[in-house]
Nanobody, 116 residues
Framework: QVQLVESGGGLVEPGGSLRLSCAAS????????MGWYRQAPGKQRELVAT???????NYADSVKGRCTISRDNAKNTVYLQMNSLKPEDTAVYYC??????????WGQGTQVTVSS
């Protein structure tokens, strides 16, 4: 079992920034991918960004240039720095842990609201 605890969501004005954190604990594999996904009301959950154990990253086109994903392997923690936020970034953001391509856990989600 892996537990994921997210933090850092909130209300921010358009153009503002937020930093999300997700700490993993429990039975952590040596090699794993962590990522952020989001789900807006009435929409399907979508990828925001992922990062592998070696630091390789993948971003959705909608956030490229505005978001940066990073990880601290010693702390089993992943971060998502979001800049130049737009109202369309409003969603519940979920942290994901994936190992061996089949072992997957999700966090409880953290709300990000971009509004003036």
């Amino acid at each position: 079992q892996v537990q994921l605890v997210e933090s850092g969501g909130g209300l921010v004005e358009p153009g503002g920034s937020l930093r999300l954190s997700c700490a993993a604990s429990g039975s952590i594999f040596r090699f794993y991918v962590m990522g952020w996904y989001r789900q807006a009301p009435g929409k399907q959950r979508e990828l925001v960004a992922t990062i592998g154990s070696g630091g390789n990253t993948n971003y959705a086109d909608s956030v490229k240039g505005r978001c940066t994903i990073s990880r601290d392997n010693a702390k089993n923690t992943v971060y998502l720095q979001m800049n130049s936020l737009k109202p369309e970034d409003t969603a519940v953001y979920y942290c994901n842990y994936m190992a061996l391509g089949v072992v997957s856990y999700w966090g409880q989600g953290t709300q990000v609201t971009v509004s003036s």
